[in-house]
């Protein structure tokens, strides 16, 4: 014993160092995969543009329904740079305004009340101007610089306020206010004058509009506002399709309700062109955009897109400047299905470019004869066999010499997919439908059981013809003898070399390690998609579940895996059975059939089937289907009322309520936790280094229940068995700030919690040092143990039965035997917004915490081994603490580099992490997914000990054999030589 | 500069209850390059944050910070390439006065408070983020100093080398030597060196004297392994 001290010594240093498992720098970007999304894009915001003057390729930028600011390039589909313009926090239904100056090398964006400016090619930030109202309107100045100076119109109170802020700097140059409580549209710049468009309501109903003029460089108002008669046919700012501030001409286009006619108005001006609106071939235009060129320089042509049930047409218009008048100079023809059109300009010159579901067809705004057209092959269109409609489409022309054209678009289709198009070739598809994933599971790959059917058939026939039937099957194997020994040589060397890629599989099948699954995905727009986890997240299939109205959301509560289907549980007791590898759908129910459902939870019955009990809003269990459940199942329940109850199943149709659960008076209940349903426990106690053992307190019915305080900061956090309802330890954080995330989990026997706490005059003489407050974000980390001494079962020791309703009283003496629990507090950098534990197969493997830090954009996975509360305190450890493993407390815990599972990825918005196991005990899966990105990867706690990793090189290793094996045979003379004169001499 | 201060006096004459605002400048020190444009500095206060993302010019500002925002905050830089220090700062009093100083996890002071005027504050960086583990590549050197290698090395100088240095020594300490060796238990070369493998079983049982067990002994060490063959023929 006296020797192993030393001994252990290092392999105490080797421990440590495999605690932080780290990240290889040659499996990073293989073994994770991202998608980094935008959202939807939207048709006003998104864009085909220089990030500056000097630069000859343009990025496409878009700010999408998530409020995302993002550059796309658009040779490959990657991100360039994203800024999240709103919190999550911040609600989503405005929707933000994107300016791109020409020549420029900024963006301006402005949501709610923030302007923000960006650096075009990089998107960091040039500067923000913060207004009390919220900004209705922006717009370059007209200037002959390449920087140009911000005009905003805001909406503060009642008043109407036009700024105009510095390039550059974002100062404010002067400012006008209009106090006349009309309902401020939007701003005009055009050349001196800067034209503040207003709704005024007219005595009866409707609007006119109101034209204001401004002098761009003092803000003073000059002359009169014109008004336009417009009130018969504006009835909201919808009925304004509109407002031309950039080409050459100002122009404001509004229609009336019913969609008959067309008003047209050059803005300073107040005579109005009116168009009867066609109906072209008996189809009536249902929507009607506006397409018109951004660039100020080109020429003032625009192009009137109507858009009927199931098909579309257009009309360019031209403006005759001199005569303030818009003719319509030729029609393009009507085409079945919904297509979208585009402008362009490239110099005076204007382009339209219409895209179908066949084809692109390319028109010059000044003749109607088609400059070129390509037949987009069916394969794009996201992958769809069926051609679909295209929401709306950005597209960028450039015309070379000898008339021939470039065309790049970028389409948005109804699935949400955003697909590039070059000259009619599909480019690449971002998969942005998929973005908003409210839940999401691992699907295990089924085994492939054809050997195993042929084997079985031929062990029941008699031995004649089972000889037969095998022969046969050799046979039939022969035919990929030639497939497979064409590719031997290949792999071999591959595997020699260290060629993974060559090696890889791509094929839908289970692997030997595991590794290969399928991850179910649910988004908040209806959609349901399927990802190969064991192949770069690719999407396997990606299909619209449920239809939704456009403000409506899919609140998706669970994925349940059965064998081969999948059960998809939204609110209101909707529920859809799908099959994981097509994704066809087999069973679909609409929710809100009964008021006041929630949802179902399946049950096992007596006899092992599955029962669906129905749940409802305040927490009580609807009406039971005719079950045995047999000695009775516990259904643990959160009501609204901020009450956890726990209803008793047994026979009959009426559930009991066994126990309530209520947090103390001014908290409620936040979040209600389960130990994973898939928790394996491999040592029910805890081997100590001088061989005793602490026996952990494993109650599979074990809640972890936080409960924060409604109007002080304050958080408390209870231990409770699911069975009896019995609080078996509770713990309070006065000063836990209850606006930052409030994040918790529970594992095998422990919990851990984060939260941000300053500490109150509660606690003031116990967490102040020299008068200060002691502040941060906290991690703390609990295990439950049977027992304070080692080697003792605490009243369970002696008593022969264990009650699951009175676990905390033993059977005679009304002891309580309530676990001992150990806790240790960190102090952690930043907020952690999301925590889960890793699961392997056997739970042999150390697990890992894996926590969300939101600050960092990181998926960070922190060994439990670094957590462990009994870490030695204020001393160093000693020899049996070592040998344990145990190092001395640190309260300070960073967020290591290597730690971060993400690596330099920028995965933002992540709320959700699963796990599942893999077939080796050292690695777990992991998916991370939330409001807009999904992450994915491997983790292994303590290091990837039962697979051969990148480093291992079987080259190496053959030439290490042949080196000793050379080295062998030209040493064997000498030594047999040696052994000869030895005998002989001796 | 004179436009903003113009639109300080204007709003303060547009809202009169409205306080006088600051602005706070945080720069990163020069030698540090363009950071990725998710970093953000961050204000944490109980139930509020303050966020400013990184600006063009390398710098962090906070616009409009007014009495109202009085308070000892938390000042952070998430940043993926680089560990920045962590401060403390107050905003307090009119005007309103912003103190910066160097805090421990915790929030505990532990530099001078500093008030930072309108040329900011320049943060200082700790160390650059490292996120990949290097793997132990394949290295000559490193084998050669596995101790196991180590020992066969020296194993092999032992077998080599002894033979030379005996042919170069003086015959007489060669003589001497080599009857060292052959006393010494160790010694023998391909011979058998264990005296009890020697160790006449049958002379034992038949009443041996020690003196003459011992001149086996010594004969069977001499004679290598015909000897045990000699000494039953002997017994």
Partial sequence: ?986 | MNSFLSLLALLSILFPTLLTATSLTLRIPPHIPALPPSTTAILTITGRTLRAPITRSNSFIFNNITSADAGEYLLDIACKDYDFMSYGLDVKGEGPVVELYRVGRGGIQQGEKMRVGKEGFELRVVRAREYYEARSGFSPMDLLKNPMILIAIVGLAFVFGMPYLLDNMDPEMKAEFEEQQKKSILSGGAGTTNPLQNFDMAAWMAGKTAGSAEQSQDEGSATGSGSGVKARRRG
């Fill in chain 1, 1 to 986: 014993m006296r020797l192993s001290v030393p001994i252990l010594l290092p392999s105490v240093a080797v421990l440590f160092a495999s605690i932080g498992h780290a990240i290889f720098a040659d499996e990073a970007y293989q073994t994770d995969y991202h998608l980094p999304l935008l959202g939807l894009p939207q048709a006003h915001t998104t864009l085909f543009h220089r990030p500056s003057a000097a630069s000859k390729a343009s990025l496409l930028y878009t700010l999408s329904d998530r409020l995302v600011l993002g550059a796309v390039n658009p040779k490959d589909g990657a991100v360039v740079w994203r800024q999240q313009l709103a919190n999550q926090a911040e609600n989503h239904t405005a929707s933000g305004l994107l300016k791109a100056p020409e020549r420029g090398n900024t963006l301006i964006s402005a949501f709610n009340g923030k302007i923000q400016t960006w650096d075009a090619t990089d998107g960091r930030l040039v500067w923000e101007w913060q207004s009390r109202g919220r900004i209705r309107s922006i717009e370059t100045a007209a200037s002959s610089e390449d920087e140009k100076d911000i005009l905003a119109l805001s909406h503060e109170g009642a008043d109407a306020i036009i700024r105009r802020l510095a390039a550059g700097t974002g100062y404010l140059l002067w400012e006008y206010v209009n106090a006349s409580g009309d309902t401020p549209y939007s701003l005009v710049s055009y050349k001196d004058s800067v034209f503040y468009l207003s709704l005024h309501s007219a005595l009866l109903k409707g609007f006119k509009i109101k034209v204001t003029e401004l002098d761009a460089s003092t803000g003073k108002q000059i002359g009169q506002p014109t008004v336009l008669n417009s009130d018969s046919e504006v009835t909201s700012e919808d009925s304004i399709l509109h407002v031309g501030a950039n080409s050459d001409v100002p122009i404001i286009i509004w229609t009336d309700k019913g969609l008959k006619t067309l008003k047209i108005n050059i803005i300073g001006t107040k005579q109005i062109t009116t168009v009867n609106i066609p109906s072209s071939q008996g189809d009536l235009a249902e929507e009607i955009v506006v397409h018109a060129s951004r660039s100020s320089t080109a020429l003032p042509h625009f192009l009137i897109h109507y858009k009927a049930a199931n098909s579309h047409w257009g009309e360019v218009y031209h403006i005759d400047a001199a005569k303030s008048t818009a003719k319509k100079a030729f029609d393009l023809p009507l085409l079945g299905g919904k297509g979208a059109f585009s402008a362009s300009s490239q110099g005076p010159d204007v382009f339209f470019t219409r895209h179908t579901a066949f084809e692109n067809i390319l028109v010059s705004s000044a003749a109607p004869n088609v400059l070129n057209s390509w037949n987009v092959r069916p394969k794009s269109h996201g992958g769809m066999l069926d051609p679909q409609d295209i929401t709306h489409a950005a597209s960028e022309v450039i015309a070379r010499a000898g008339s021939t054209y470039a065309v790049r678009s970028a389409l948005a289709l109804p699935s949400g997919d955003w697909e590039l198009i070059r000259n009619g070739n599909p480019s690449w598809v971002r998969p942005e439908g998929l973005a908003g994933m409210t839940a999401a599971a691992f699907v295990g790959i089924a085994k492939q059981e054809d050997l195993a059917e042929e084997l079985a058939a031929e062990s029941m026939r008699n031995p004649l013809a089972a000889y037969l039937h095998r022969v046969t099957r050799h046979v039939r194997d022969l035919q990929y003898l030639p497939d497979w020994s064409g590719a031997l040589p290949k792999r071999l060397l591959g595997s020699l070399i260290g060629d993974k890629a060559s090696t890889y599989d791509q094929s839908l099948r289970r692997d030997g390690f595991g590794f290969h699954k399928i991850v179910l995905i649910a988004t908040d727009r209806g959609r349901l998609a399927a990802l190969d986890a064991g192949n770069q997240g690719k999407v396997i299939w990606n299909i619209q579940a449920v239809s939704l109205k456009a403000e409506e959301t899919w609140d998706v509560l669970d994925i349940e895996v059965e064998e081969g289907t999948a059960l998809i549980r939204a609110k209101g007791g909707e529920f859809l059975r799908v099959v994981v590898n097509t994704g066809t759908i087999l069973q679909y129910q609409p929710g809100a059939m009964i008021k006041s459902l929630k949802t179902f939870v399946s049950v096992l019955d007596s006899s092992g089937k599955k029962v669906l009990i129905p749940v409802n809003d305040n927490g009580c269990l609807g009406d039971l289907p005719k079950a045995d459940f047999g000695h009775g199942t516990i259904v643990v329940t959160e009501g609204e009322d901020s009450v956890v109850r726990g209803w008793g199943l047994t026979k009959g149709t009426n559930p009991k309520l066994i126990w309530r659960f209520m947090p103390a008076s001014g908290e409620r209940v936040e979040s209600v936790n389960v130990r994973p349903s898939y928790d394996p426990v491999a040592s029910i106690g805890k081997a100590l280094g001088d061989r005793n053992v602490l026996y952990k307190y494993l109650n599979p019915n074990l809640l972890l229940i936080t409960a924060i305080g409604v109007e002080i900061s304050a958080a408390t956090f209870y231990i409770l068995d699911g069975t009896s309802g019995s609080v078996i330890y509770s713990v309070t954080h006065p000063g836990g700030d209850t606006r930052q995330p409030i994040v918790s989990t529970m594992s095998e026997n422990w919990f851990a919690y984060s939260l941000y706490s300053e500490s109150t005059a509660v606690t003031q003489d116990v967490t102040q040092i020299d008068g200060q407050k002691l502040k941060g974000y906290q991690l703390v980390v609990s295990e439950l143990y049977e027992s304070l001494y080692p080697n003792d079962r605490g009243s369970l020791g002696s008593s022969t039965n264990f009650s699951t309703v009175y676990p905390t009283a033993a059977d005679e003496d009304d002891s309580l035997a309530s676990p001992h629990v150990i806790s240790q507090t960190y102090l952690i950098p930043g907020p952690i917004s999301s925590m889960s534990v890793t699961s392997t197969l056997q739970g042999i493997t150390t697990r890992s915490l894996l926590c969300v830090v939101p600050d960092l954009h990181a998926l960070i996975s922190i060994s439990k081994a670094f957590l462990d509360p009994r870490r030695p305190v204020g001393r160093d450890p000693s020899a049996s603490e070592m040998e344990e493993g145990l190092f001395r407390y640190s309260p300070l815990l960073g967020f290591e580099p290597k730690w971060i599972l993400s690596h330099k990825r920028d995965v933002i918005s992540i709320s959700n992490v699963i796990t599942s196991p893999s077939l080796l005990e050292s690695t777990s899966l992991v998916f991370a997914f939330g409001n807009l990105d999904l992450f994915g990867s491997r983790v292994s706690p303590i290091g990837a000990f039962d697979i051969l990793g990148n480093g291992f090189s079987k080259l190496q290793l053959v030439l290490t054999v042949v080196a000793l094996g050379v080295g062998t045979t030209l040493v064997t003379p000498f030594v047999r030589r040696k052994q000869i004169d030895g005998t002989w001499k001796a």
